[in-house]
């Protein structure tokens, strides 16, 4: 199995069903019994905390499991510290407190409870919405937004991903099907691996969702920043000009 970091309290393992029966688990049980699930996980966080040689987050707040072309699992699991999540929830309930007093100061329920027919119902909706994005969490907000962004395809065929170093790229193309991708390339360039792909035919943008998803995995940056193709070729910053994709995926795993 191996194990990388994508931040401070995410990781990813890709494992075999043989190492997963060699841990004492079975696969298919795992997808119907919680406690298996949760015995099994703990288990693999131990195993990451000896690999990584770093501190990890106790907790455990989600995880996702997916199928790789080669039948091993991508595992990603996202960590949480609890003492740290209780504070910040705690700073975030006093903020809202202090948002909702200070509502009750400038009159504004007063004012609503003066009025009377169509505005008095347009002036409640105003504050009932005015009150739902006092409560709107910030971090889910930013979630949402970063969820939109890696969703939205544009009409081009060709998607970039940077990755934080050369193993993470190999990782990332060896998980997915190299027929699937038409043309590729990969860059380096200040400290990041840039992989560019092409995909073609009626399903190309289905297809770069998909790899735009995986990728996130897998460690890689969608988010459209660093420098753009036409300034790497100029600059002579390519490593593989064909077919970068199916190269990786060649190499041995």
């Given amino acids: 199995m191996t194990f990388w970091r994508i931040n401070d309290t995410k990781i990813s ?3 075999t069903m043989d190492e997963i029966h060699e841990m004492g688990f079975d696969f298919q049980e795992l997808t119907q019994d919680r406690q298996k699930t949760t015995e099994f996980l703990s288990t693999l966080m131990e195993k990451a905390r000896t690999s990584l040689q770093g501190d990890l987050p106790d907790g455990i707040q989600s995880f996702s499991a997916q199928m790789l072309p080669d039948a091993s699992v ?3 699991i ?3 510290d609890i003492e740290k999540e209780i504070n910040d929830n705690m700073d975030l309930l006093e903020r809202r407190i202090q948002a909702m007093n200070e509502m009750e100061k400038s009159g504004r329920l007063d004012r609503v409870r003066s009025l009377e027919g169509q505005e008095k119902a347009e002036a409640y909706n105003e504050l ?4 739902e994005n006092l409560l709107q969490d910030p971090s889910q907000e930013e979630e949402e937004q970063t969820q939109v962004r890696r969703l939205d395809m544009p009409g081009s065929s060709t998607c970039r991903i940077l990755f934080p170093s050369l193993d993470e790229t190999i990782h990332f193309c060896q998980a997915v099907n190299p027929e699937s991708v038409a043309h590729s390339r990969l860059y380096k360039h200040g400290g990041w691996y840039y992989l560019y792909t092409d995909f073609e035919g009626d399903a190309r943008e289905k297809k770069a969702a998909g790899f735009l998803n995986l ?3 897998f460690g890689g940056d969608i988010s459209g920043e660093g420098a753009s ?3 790497l070729k100029e600059h002579k910053k390519c490593m593989i000009p064909e077919q970068a994709v199916r190269k990786l995926n060649g190499l041995v795993k």
Wanted: a negative charge.
């Fill in 13 to 15: 393992c890709r494992i």
């Fill in 74 to 76: 991508l595992i990603t």
């Fill in 229 to 231: 193709e036409a300034f």
């Fill in 78 to 80: 996202s960590c949480v």
């Fill in 215 to 217: 990728a996130g995995e």
């Fill in 128 to 131: 009932m919405e005015d009150i």
